[in-house]
């Protein structure tokens, strides 16, 4: 039977099955870099969004959070194509929490060109991370549909955060 389909119908089919391949086998790989120097981390935000994590290894909220964080770049990369997603150590990388103002773990920062637009104290939940990639990442407005008052869309939704939202 397969023998009886259409050259062109088959290509078709290939390239699609081909496709959808390729993207589980990316999101499947997706996951945050790890940031091992401030001079890594300088070339990763210089450009374009960057989101990053600043973390001890050590702490009982990064452990709950890192976790959170990962899936949701496993899950999320594809669709925020050109945002880079990191994470780095403030243990491992001296002088990194006095450089960009860490006084509590974990941090999420967006970055937008080397420059900080949004920061994130505490472990929260994905839909927070979706919040901070929608508002500042030029993206449709996901809020906006969602929430009455766009600048609230966090009490718009019960994720059970602990988070202080800054920006």
Do not use: H
Not at 137 to 152: C, F, H
Request: with cysteine; proline share 4%; hydrophobic share 35%.
């Amino acid at each position: 039977m397969a023998s009886n389909i259409d050259p062109d119908v088959r290509s078709v089919i290939e390239q699609m099955a081909k496709d959808i391949y390729e993207r589980t086998a990316r999101e499947r790989e997706a996951k945050p870099v790890e940031i091992k120097s401030k001079k890594e981390l300088e070339d990763l935000i210089s450009k374009g969004l960057s989101v990053v994590v600043f973390y001890n290894p050590n702490c009982p909220a990064c452990k709950r959070y890192l976790p959170v964080y990962e899936e949701f770049v496993k899950k999320k990369s594809s669709s925020y194509r050109g945002i880079r997603f990191a994470r780095i150590s403030t243990k491992d990388v001296q002088g990194v929490s006095s450089d960009y103002v860490i006084i509590a773990v974990p941090t999420t920062i967006a970055f937008k060109d080397g420059k900080e637009i949004k920061r994130a104290e505490g472990s929260f939940c994905s839909l927070d991370l979706l919040t901070i990639l929608e508002r500042y990442g030029g993206w449709n407005s996901y809020y906006n549909i969602v929430a009455r008052d766009p600048l609230d869309i966090l009490g718009a939704y019960s994720c059970k955060s602990n988070t202080s939202i800054a920006g």
